[in-house]
């Protein structure tokens, strides 16, 4: 599971991998600025997004055999890059290639208002890794004509015609991402995980067939794989070397091999083994048996996320998109947050669960602040800010889990710029020093919890499946509000204060409440075109989540809707209620999941998540049009650039910063574009 940083866009200081070792160019030659303390982190802004960089601090402290790995877990990340974009839409990788060659070609006037739309275009397409919008899921909409785009075609001899081409224009697959049934949560999702014709309840059925040889520890079915139609009958597409996205599988495997050779230990070689033995079988046994000796690889300072992970961009919940991110250890961050790791149990013990859905023991929760050294796949452009895997219940319940904070990626949001948003939409200056002095705390804090507590915390009833055969295509946003809903009873409590973590647990809690309602039933609604419903997961949980206490707090009062001067405003008058509430709302989401009870979970996201008041979104786009900074944020990735002797053995390697956003996504497709494109 990880929490996106869309939190943290509104407000900076609001919330919360037959090849050789590749040899990039001079970095003098190619413009790019070395890392320095006077770090510009801005590199672009274009449409909704802000490009950001950020930097890898304490490189200079590794090892060679150090800086190796994280290279070759880099490089392994990269060269699956065009798997996300092929599962994100059947066409992406056709498309992006014939953008590219426009934009590299074309020697015409480059002033025009539609030249610099084709551009903005471009750069939504590479930034969203595919013609969907990365958030809203809903098509990008290109504002230059067809005629003008033809004439691009033309003047750069690119050959681009079909339903390919038409897309860009018509109404055909415009929402990446379905969860509106009426419309068929395959049928209506341009996402490619399913062949055409197969059906929700084609695929319910084909899984509900398989069978695990351990009911009580059940395999991924569907995790690594693409449902097709082939004479009649449904058939699989495995993701392997020699299967699906296979040549991309063999390069990955190719630099994790030579991370291999390099582990910092027998433990973390022995899980490099077998996610290779995994991405060569794609056997989904050899993926919990790597799991488990990923989770138990502990010690050492570099560790990775690799493979088809999360399963967001599934309407189904089954297969999982292709993500990386390769981690440093920051040392002085997690000594100061491992005390949360050693109290783990004493928050699952007070938690306002129902008996018989805590753990009684709560095991193998390691949580580490990180420096991120390079992210790819569904983890780039855009990141998460806190990554808690594995997501297998079982294997989380007998072996543990990791939760990340990625600590440099939360440091180029705060040192990005402030908007003004924070003092349009608060309540009052009580509730605007509260957030200027204790939210950056308050947001760290939330991720640790969300990510530590809140996804190690409770267990399913015996007998009840996986989240996503009992709430199907709710499971996402009621796992994620699940965990939210921890770290918010939590930041009131004064057990934080008792254990070193803040010095003013109400102070803190009030900054967390404050941003979590101001956010969950306001601010977040600039995302959306008026009139739209929320489809997005965690978008959604922060929604139901916000809207349910605010309307059983009513009566009481516990958070009053006021208007002043023609505008709204969410003010929270008892904070201890509201925990209480939290607390009740936390009690019944668990309940939820333990006995797979999907139409309370149907009711609860359906009735608080989805629908927006129109009124309010009207005024809260009304009002955010007069701050000009970019709703979305993401990542360039500093380069890694390896020095050589004579003999091509490595002899050190630099860190050196892109100076343009168009740069990096061009180099990427000149080195990584490895998937033959779709006839």
């Not at 929320?534 to 139901?544: D, S």
Request: glycine residues 8%; hydrophobic residues 35%; charged residues 25%.
């Amino acid at each position: 599971m990880k929490i996106k940083a869309y939190l943290m866009l509104f407000f900076a200081a609001t919330i919360l991998f037959s090849c050789a070792d590749s040899k990039m160019e001079n970095p003098a030659a190619m413009g790019e600025v070395d890392q320095t303390d006077d770090f510009d982190y801005q590199v672009d802004e274009f449409a909704d997004i802000k490009i950001l960089r950020y930097q890898i601090p304490g490189w200079e402290d590794l090892s060679l055999k150090e800086q190796k790995l994280v290279y070759y877990l880099v490089q392994a990340g990269l060269s699956g890059r065009d798997i996300i974009w092929d599962q994100n839409y059947k066409h992406n990788l056709k498309i992006r290639e014939a953008l590219e060659n426009i934009y590299t070609s074309y020697e015409g006037d480059k002033t025009t208002d539609d030249w610099k739309n084709f551009e903005t275009y471009l750069k939504r397409v590479w930034f969203s890794n595919g013609i969907h919008h990365h958030y809203s899921m809903d098509k990008l909409k290109p504002e230059f004509s067809k005629e003008y785009f033809d004439t691009l075609l033309s003047e750069t001899n690119t050959q681009f015609t079909g339903e390919a081409y038409e897309v860009i224009f018509n109404d055909k697959d415009a929402k990446k991402v379905n969860l509106d049934e009426s419309k068929g949560l395959v049928e209506g999702s341009a996402v490619n995980f399913y062949g055409e014709g197969i059906t929700a309840k084609d695929v319910e059925q084909f899984y509900a067939n398989k069978k695990s040889p351990n009911p009580n520890r059940p395999l991924a079915f569907g995790l690594n794989s693409k449902l097709v139609k082939e004479n009649g009958q449904i058939v699989e597409k495995v993701y392997k070397s020699g299967g699906m996205y296979g040549p991309a599988i063999d390069k990955i495997i190719f630099w994790l091999e030579k991370a291999k050779g390099v582990a910092e230990n027998q433990q973390q070689a022995d899980a490099l083994g077998l996610l290779i033995k995994y991405y060569t079988t794609g056997d989904l046994q050899t993926w919990d048996d790597y799991n488990i000796a990923w989770v138990e690889a502990t010690e050492g300072n570099i560790d990775y996320i690799n493979s088809f992970i999360e399963v967001y961009n599934d309407p189904l919940g089954y297969t999982g998109s292709y993500e990386t991110i390769v981690q440093i250890k920051d040392f002085d961050m997690s000594k100061k947050m491992q005390v949360l790791e050693e109290n783990v149990q004493w928050f699952e013990d007070n938690a306002p669960l129902m008996e018989e859905h805590k753990k009684d023991s709560v095991v193998g929760v390691t949580y580490k602040t990180v420096i991120v050294a390079g992210e790819a796949g569904d983890a780039s452009p855009a990141t998460p800010i806190g990554v808690n895997l594995p997501n297998s219940n079982w294997i989380r319940k007998e072996h543990g889990s990791k939760s990340v904070s990625l600590g440099n990626i939360i440091n180029s949001y705060n040192n990005a710029g402030s908007t003004g948003r924070l003092e349009e939409f608060a309540h009052d200056e009580e509730e605007i020093t509260l957030e200027k002095e204790y939210g950056q705390l308050a947001d760290k804090l939330h991720t640790a919890l969300h990510e530590v507590v809140g996804h190690a915390s409770g267990q399913l009833n015996p007998g009840v499946g996986e989240t996503k055969e009992t709430l199907k295509s709710y499971a996402s946003t009621l796992e994620e509000g699940r965990a939210d809903l921890v770290g918010l009873y939590y930041l009131m409590d004064p057990k934080l204060e008792e254990l070193g973590l803040v010095d003013d647990y109400e102070k803190v809690g009030k900054a967390a409440y404050d941003g979590y309602i101001r956010n969950g039933l306001m601010t977040q609604l600039i995302r959306l075109e008026p009139g739209a419903d929320i489809e997005e997961a965690h978008m959604r949980n922060r929604q139901w989540v916000s809207a349910w206490v605010f309307e059983k707090g009513q009566e009481k009062g516990i958070i009053e809707k006021v208007t002043r001067d023609g505008k709204t405003y969410f003010n929270i008058t008892d904070y201890a209620a509201l925990r209480d509430l939290f607390g009740q709302l936390l009690k019944e989401t668990q309940r939820i999941k333990s006995e797979g009870d999907y139409q309370a979970a149907k009711d609860l996201v359906e009735n608080y998540g989805v629908k927006v008041d129109q009124d309010i979104h009207t005024e809260v786009l009304e009002r955010n049009a007069q701050f000009k900074s970019a709703a979305y944020s993401g990542f360039v990735n500093p380069i890694l650039v390896p020095e050589t002797d004579d003999n091509g053995e490595i002899t050190a390697i630099k860190v050196v910063q892109p100076t343009s956003f168009e740069e990096q996504m061009l180099k990427y497709s000149e080195e990584f574009d490895v998937l033959p494109l779709e006839n």
